[in-house]
């Protein structure tokens, strides 16, 4: 159970670093275009056709029926979680056409007369969130938040449980080595994003939907679930990702925030090529530090010579572009999954001693350990099927990042290799593309969002100091952005409210969302 708890904490914190590095975008969507757009809600609420949405009434039901894959299907059994769906329009500014469905758990509050209901999104974009209220639950079982809030977890528009799902492979091309190489290296032709582009839609089942999957789309959804659940304001803790739709939220209903908590930012004043360059300076950080902690011990597989830990680890994973190594039941290790597992491992420094094990088999010629950080980060379950989140994450990404030319998506590559050159393939990167280059609509998150936010009251934003996906700055930067408050937490992981189990954070978390107490300017806590 505990392992079980620790490998979903370790997906639900992240954004799919390696592939979503693949899908920065040249001509966002301009943000003032985004703020005319956002100005423009309210007034749609009042519609009579809208409004049906705002006043619809859910159906709680067991939610055993909502499992998408065998380990929720153990989870979803527990009689206390309530699910449901939600009908919310396909396309907010054609409210009376086509619909999807919001698939959502609720864990009840521990104390009765819940204050209202506190909304949670993991991260991805693109993980499915029904699980993540039942994992705060298991890891801050005392937490007043328990006692206070209904835990709403939702799979947003196109994730997990919801309708229609995005769906881009099959779970044999996932399991196709030339497939994830394809994607790690990005190595696709013109007529290969055509190809994917339209293989989204015809999987998916309709080309429209990829077209409102994005950011602005999910926060409108949070909007209409925010009424439908009765609750005049929203209560919202976002991770990674959820940051960037907690602040967009922000952005867009001002009036409706009752208190955000968002837990390993995003900065909102970063465009897609400043991102990426800051995730990855984070990592190779953290790798460095993950290689200097293995040179102190004896037969380190990258040496002991702590300035050398990514040339020794270049030397080890590069062969296996050419020569995967075998992984269990059958499977080979490829260069790709090597990179993935590392990524992964590196979420948290309690993870470490996994990533060196795991070079050292590699080293060895065996590929077991860092494969199964790979399926964890890659949500691959025992009987070999997939969740949808790679595909969500890439096509939620088409809509809300800067859509880049081939020249462009090359001078990423390289820049992201510079910041992390311990990712690198040694093979040359004059020839990448953008998989969303064939996309038939533009971007529409715009760059800077969430500034200049009028009426908005004050938000939490938590920042751990060697964070290495969204490093520290991002959240000064997010809380700038917001004029609200910042928590700064002193350790080495990506994130921290309510899953590090840490009473320093998890105390101010609570005191800001049942109390509304928000933490003195110099705040800071520990993690051990």
Known sequence: MRIHARVRRTAAFGVTLLLVGMLGACTPSSADESADESSQVSSQVSSQELRRFYEQELTFEPCEPYATNETDAELFANERFECARMEAPMDYE????????????????????????????????????????PLIAAMAPDSPVLEQFDLIGIDPRGVGASTPALDCYTDAERENDEMSEKITVGSWTEEETRQWMQQCAERTGSEEFLSHVG?????????????????????????????????????????????????????????????REQQYTGLQRSFELMGASCTEKPDCPLGSDPGAVTERFQEIVQPLIDEPVPAGDGRVLSFSDAIGGVVAGLYSEASRPTIIEGIREVRNGRGDAL?????????????????????????????????????????????????APFLDTGRPLDDTRNMCEAWRVEPTLGYPYATDIEGLPDTLTVAVTGDPVTPYEEGTRLAEALEGSLLTVEGEQHGAALLAGNACVDDTVADYLVNLTSPPADARCTLE
């Open 371 to 419: 494969m199964g950080l790979q399926d964890a980060y890659d949500q691959r379950y025992a009987d070999g099927t997939y969740s949808n989140a790679l595909e969500a994450t890439e096509v939620i990404n088409c809509l809300d990042e800067e859509r880049h030319t081939p020249e462009q998506e090359s001078q990423l590559r390289r820049r992201m290799t510079e910041a």
């Open 94 to 133: 054609d409210p009376g056409g086509e619909t999807v469905s919001i698939a959502l758990l609720r864990v009840p509050a521990k104390g009765g007369k819940p204050v209202g209901s506190l909304m949670t999104n993991p991260g991805g974009p693109g993980f499915a969130g029904m699980s993540f209220a």
């Open 215 to 275: 950011t602005r789309d999910a926060a409108r959804d949070m909007d209409v679930l925010r009424a439908v659940l009765g609750d005049d304001k929203l209560s919202y803790l976002g991770a990674s990702y959820g940051t960037r739709l907690g602040a967009v939220y922000a952005e867009m209903f001002p009036e409706n925030v009752r208190a955000l908590v968002l837990d390993g930012p995003m900065d909102p004043y970063a465009g897609t090529m400043e991102r």
